[in-house]
């Protein structure tokens, strides 16, 4: 590792601080070089509150203000050069004096890509990179997908027996893991900007989908925790008022299609404060998954969480929104009619989608393995 990814690898390490807190910003660390010796270090904390470059320099101030001329400035994602709900960071680092500023990535977003960069360049500041750049990508990969695609980064979060299944005939599935892996979980939903499920699964199960930080190991203070939009796939409103998913009802969305539904039911979710969106109709005669992401996305969403039962996980999966699979697996046998993973109505090895397996880890008596479907890659090889 040379100096340059030295510095930078600490500022991804200061951006993982705002896993919970930035949406819909991206995580953001930075951290300030004067002679090899780190003179201010800053992360983006939350939006509209200072960004990470604003942050280290204020931290450079208190600890060394006559260095900061002549500095070197290492951040994650390019220095915005637009004014939003702060000033342009790249101003900042022109005016304090900044001589060189080393950069993991260009910011995603197309309409403003390299302006940053190129306005430290015009005020005389050397600019470098990009260094460790799929580390400074995999802090952001919702915004990223979002500036790029219109769609936010979407994760299943599946439990399964070693069997292959997720609940029994009936439907009961409580509990398949063990409480470290619930846990986990929690880790999950905190990052994620919404939860998405289906109307079944609140019909089946009445559950409240919120962020429950309660144990110590959990990485961050439940006083921190923005809870996540929580998001129903309910094609003809067919949801109970009184289901726990809709309290606090600020918090709460539902997608349908417009002409299934019934007047009635849309002005008592309407007055209970719910937020209701309508999706077009996809080809299978359904609600369009597609469309409804890109209205999330639209709205600043940029990781998902779906937490759903087997048919509207093989929905989204064929749909091609699928960018991680989150697999709990048991050490459990539910037998062979229980119910699966997801509902694919495969009928081919040719039909077979491939999963690629990023990570594996013991979580109490659980394995956790985390996998991408190659179809991605696929359909980006066919293009």
Request: net charge negative.
């Amino acid at each position: 590792m040379n100096n340059h990814e030295y510095w930078m690898a600490q500022a991804v390490q200061l951006a993982k601080q705002g896993l919970y807190s930035t949406h819909p910003n991206p995580r953001v660390g930075c951290v300030l070089v004067d002679q090899d010796k780190l003179i201010g270090k800053g992360f983006h904390q939350k939006a509209g509150e200072g960004h990470a470059e604003v942050n280290a320099l204020a931290d450079a101030q208190q600890n060394a203000a006559d260095k900061i001329q002549g500095a070197t400035a290492y951040v994650t994602l390019e220095p915005c050069s637009h004014q939003g709900k702060t000033p342009p960071c790249a101003d900042a680092l022109i005016h304090a004096g900044i001589t060189r500023v080393v950069y993991g990535m260009q910011d995603p977003n197309p309409q403003v890509a390299g302006k940053g960069l190129a306005k430290l360049a015009a005020a005389g500041i050397e600019v470098i990179g990009p260094v460790l750049q799929a580390d400074c990508e995999a802090l952001n990969p919702g915004f990223n997908k979002r500036m790029r695609e219109g769609l936010p980064y979407v994760r299943v979060k599946l439990a399964m027996s070693v069997d292959g299944r997720t609940a029994m005939a009936s439907g009961e599935s409580q509990w398949i893991t063990g409480a470290e892996a619930r846990r986990d979980v929690q880790r999950w939903r905190a990052q994620s900007d919404a939860i998405v499920t289906g109307i079944g699964s609140v019909l089946a199960d009445n559950p409240n989908m919120t962020v429950r930080i309660d144990h110590d190991d959990q990485e961050t203070d439940a006083k921190n925790v923005r809870q996540p939009l929580r998001v129903i796939m309910d094609t003809a409103l067919s949801i109970v008022p009184e289901a726990k998913i809709l309290y606090p009802s600020s918090q709460a969305c539902l997608f349908a299609i417009e002409d299934e539904i019934e007047a009635e039911n849309l002005a008592v979710l309407t007055q209970k404060g719910v937020m209701v969106k309508f999706a077009e109709r996809g080809d299978d005669g359904r609600l369009d998954l597609v469309d409804a992401m890109a209205q999330l996305a639209d709205a600043g969403i940029n990781e998902v969480l779906l937490e759903t039962g087997a048919e509207l996980a093989g929905g989204f999966l064929q749909a091609g929104l699928i960018d991680e699979i989150i697999l709990y697996m048991a050490p459990k046998l539910l037998g062979s009619v229980a119910r699966p993973l997801f509902q694919l109505p495969l009928e081919e090895m040719a039909e077979s989608i491939d999963l690629e397996l990023q990570s594996v880890r013991q979580v109490g008596g659980d394995l956790r393995l985390i996998y991408q479907p190659l179809y991605l890659e696929e359909a980006f090889d066919e293009e």
